[in-house]
């Protein structure tokens, strides 16, 4: 069946450090990937997406990257900041009606 | 702008106790969603509206009831409530009628625990 892990958290870095959140997924075809934010105290957000082998989804500074040989999704950011603080979810799109298949998360603490 | 509003925000509840949670969203949008939060699994697809007047199981489905009002609302009934419900639950949109964008836009959750 379709699946996505996650590296168990928390991730603790210090402001302007290099972030890295790895994302794995187990999927029949060609799904869409996506990664989520939620802030404290709220619902979750898109951050990016990719639909394709080889696309680079980016915004606000977080990259990832549709591999499909290694079927991974991992989340980049060269430097964070404090208000990056938050939990990351991967996704996958395997197909039909937004139904997304989500990772169990990743909280990130970035410290001054 | 209020995008999607759920309410309650928190409830206690009893075991065998019944409750709905509501869901309203103003973007004209097609698709609705409900998603329960638990610790170390993500979120999981309980329920799921395409489009008015239609509704369909998603991954766990049971202990629930759901129904698509109108356009703009979609409630999640509690029968009878269990302490495995205990949960943070979220509604969430989307533009699409089919496909996949990956663009739901999520409410700020509804914390629910049963006693």
């Known amino acids: 069946g379709n699946s996505v892990t996650q590296m168990e958290g928390p991730v603790t870095l210090s402001e302007e450090a290099f972030l890295t959140i790895n994302c794995t997924y187990t999927a029949t075809g060609y799904p869409s990937l996506f990664w989520y934010v939620q802030y404290p105290g709220e619902g979750l957000q898109l951050l990016l997406k990719a639909t394709k082998a080889d696309d680079k989804g980016s915004n606000k500074g977080f990259e990832a990257t549709y591999r499909k040989e290694t079927t991974s999704f991992h989340l980049e950011k060269g430097s964070v900041q404090v208000s990056d603080s938050a939990v990351y979810f991967c996704?996958?799109?395997?197909?039909?009606?937004?139904?997304?298949?989500f990772g169990a998360g990743t909280r990130l603490a970035v410290h001054p | 702008n209020a995008g999607v509003t759920q309410t309650p925000k928190f409830q206690v509840l009893k075991t065998g106790q019944s409750m709905t949670l509501q869901c309203a969203q103003d973007?004209?949008?097609?698709?609705m969603y409900w998603y329960r939060q638990d610790p170390g699994m993500g979120l999981r697809l309980i329920y799921y509206?395409?489009?008015?007047?239609?509704?369909d199981k998603g991954e766990v489905p049971n202990g629930y009831n759901v129904s698509r009002l109108n356009k703009r609302e979609f409630s999640l009934r509690l029968e009878s409530a269990a302490p495995s419900q205990t949960s943070v639950y979220f509604c969430?949109?989307?533009?699409?009628?089919?496909?996949?964008?990956?663009?739901?836009?999520f409410g700020e959750g509804s914390r629910l625990t049963v006693l």
């Open positions: 996704a996958l799109g395997p197909g039909g009606y937004n139904k997304l298949i």
């Open positions: 969430a949109s989307s533009e699409l009628t089919s496909g996949v964008d990956g663009e739901l836009f």
């Open positions: 509206s395409a489009s008015e007047g239609t509704t």
């Open positions: 973007m004209n949008h097609n698709s």
